[in-house]
T-cell receptor
Framework: DGGITQSPKYLFRKEGQNVTLSCEQN?????MYWYRQDPGQGLRLIYY???????QKGDIAEGYSVSREKKESFPLTVTSAQKNPTAFYLC????????????FGPGTRLLVL | QKEVEQNSGPLSVPEGAIASLNCTYS??????FFWYRQYSGKSPELIMF????GDKEDGRFTAQLNKASQYVSLLIRDSQPSDSATYLC????????????FGQGTILTVHP
């Protein structure tokens, strides 16, 4: 069953804590993306990666970090430097020859305790 | 700042009517445009993409692109209550491969 999986579905962060959100895809897509969505807002790009071992900052990268050690995986760490992390986090992927069409995982909702 | 702007909502239409969702973009280099549907609490799902001027039809959905006017629209014919959702318009960056810029979304309600 091909697709994009994200875990956990809900994540609670304590003050000063780093947390990592998982994103895995078995679609053999080259590119992967992380977005943040706040209530009533569109999606804002955090980081993206077009190839293994390479990634670029998006529009709101401060307070976040990523890695791309495997084609299938693109984890996002929300660091303690991100002062307002409560949001819906969405991972997406796309194939190189797909006119840049992006497909989304189910999302992780991050809440601050 | 390259932007994608969607018509302000929320939009309410009766069941069976045509719903018209509109989007303008500022980056003339944008090549491809996408419409996503997002149900409350869920992730966006792709409805249609369009990259050539004109109309593209898929079932009850028609996407329209006018690059001269920098305008993209989505028409939903025979609207159903199950079409009630937030619709997101997105466009690619002309020089930034793979980056999508999203509009803020338009909430559509189809009432019986």
């Amino acid at each position: 069953d091909g697709g994009i999986t994200q875990s956990p579905k809900y994540l609670f962060r304590k003050e000063g804590q780093n947390v990592t959100l998982s994103c895995e895809q078995n679609l053999n897509h080259d590119a992967m993306y992380w977005y943040r969505q706040d209530p009533g807002q569109g999606l804002r790009l955090i980081y993206y990666s077009q190839i293994v071992n390479d990634f670029q900052k998006g529009d709101i990268a401060e307070g976040y970090s990523v890695s791309r050690e495997k084609k299938e995986s693109f984890p996002l760490t929300v660091t303690s430097a991100q002062k307002n992390p409560t949001a819906f986090y969405l991972c997406a992927s796309s194939a190189r020859d797909s006119k840049e069409t992006q497909y989304f995982g189910p999302g992780t909702r991050l809440l601050v305790l | 700042q390259k932007e994608v702007e969607q018509n302000s909502g929320p939009l309410s239409v009766p069941e069976g009517a045509i719903a018209s969702l509109n989007c303008t973009y500022s980056d003339r280099g944008s090549q491809s445009f996408f419409w996503y549907r997002q149900y409350s609490g869920k992730s966006p799902e792709l409805i249609m993409f369009i990259y050539s001027n004109g109309d593209k039809e898929d079932g009850r959905f028609t996407a329209q692109l006018n690059k001269a006017s920098q305008y993209v629209s989505l028409l939903i014919r025979d609207s159903q209550p199950s079409d009630s959702a937030t619709y997101l318009c997105a466009g690619t960056g002309g020089t930034s491969y793979g980056k999508l810029t999203f509009g803020q979304g338009t909430i559509l309600t189809v009432h019986p």
